[in-house]
């Protein structure tokens, strides 16, 4: 008896990482550079034989990263924590908020959505790498982050600076889904690729004690 398996394409969701690049004003830049050089590695293990071992000096809110309780509450649980089931290969569905500023999503649209990574795509992210991108951005309302939590969501992403609006110091949105254990990802890139739902969501971050937030190469699995 014949069985099938039905073919699958990953999206990549994240993006790349380099030397000086900013994520957000005023945060250290990652700086990438050899430990153990390939020239240096000749001198150790004989010529034409060549290993390289890089560091990297990287602040933990560099690029496409995940945010956890840690992040927002001193009792809350770091990395270490962070159950796999909310952000490894969960049913996704990417929500178009393009041309609004404050999103506020109703209850009907988060209905049925117990267990799904919500992605919002405010096509923000088109500005990477600009200084457009460090002003005003599209962010979640106070609201909306108590119907999130309310409809049991695993995760909630954005392609913006900021999943909360930055003017002040209030973080409505980071207090209410981190005080829930709702994982958060911000800085995604590429959502406009994605179909409404049907597809499913990773971004797992390195099991860090003591770290609230890190990068992750976050990505979306779709059937073919």
Same mark, same amino acid.
């Given at each position: ?8 394409? +990953?999206?990549?969701?994240?993006? @790349?990482?380099? !030397? ?7 945060? !250290?830049?990652?700086?990438?550079? %050899? ?21 990297? +000096? ?8 995940? %945010?956890?309780?840690?992040?927002? $509450? ?15 290969? @969960? ?5 178009? &908020? ?12 988060? &209905?049925?959505?117990?267990? *799904? ?8 992210? #088109? *500005?990477?790498?600009?200084?457009? $991108?460090?002003?005003? *951005? ?7 982050? #108590? ?35 709702? !994982?958060?990802?911000? *800085?995604?890139?590429?959502? #406009? ?15 860090? #004690?003591? &770290?609230?937030?890190?990068? @992750? ?8």
């Amino acid at each position: 008896m014949g069985s099938s398996t039905a073919a699958t394409r +990953h999206l990549d969701l994240s993006h @790349v990482i380099t !030397p000086g690049m900013q994520t957000y004003p005023g945060l !250290p830049v990652p700086i990438v550079e %050899d430990h153990l050089s390939r020239d240096a590695a000749e001198e150790i293990y004989g010529p034409g034989i060549t290993f390289q071992i890089g560091m990297v +000096h990287l602040c933990t809110n560099t690029g496409t990263y995940l %945010d956890v309780p840690f992040h927002r $509450y001193a009792d809350g649980h770091d990395l270490t924590g962070l159950t796999l089931d909310r952000v490894a290969d @969960v049913p996704a569905v990417c929500i178009d &908020a393009r041309g609004v500023t404050s999103i506020d999503l109703d209850a009907a649209t988060l &209905a049925g959505l117990a267990g *799904h990574a919500v992605l919002v795509h405010t096509g923000h992210a #088109e *500005h990477w790498g600009s200084d457009r $991108y460090f002003g005003p *951005h599209p962010h979640l309302t106070a609201d909306t982050a #108590e119907r999130l939590v309310e409809a049991g969501v695993a995760c909630v992403g954005i392609d913006s600076l900021n999943i909360d609006a930055t003017e002040g110091g209030e973080r409505p949105v980071h207090s209410i889904l981190l005080g829930a254990e709702i !994982p958060i990802v911000e *800085h995604l890139t590429g959502l #406009e690729a994605l179909p409404a739902s049907g597809f499913r969501f990773s971004a797992v971050p390195p099991k860090i #004690e003591g &770290a609230g937030t890190f990068t @992750v190469r976050a990505y979306a699995t779709l059937s073919e």
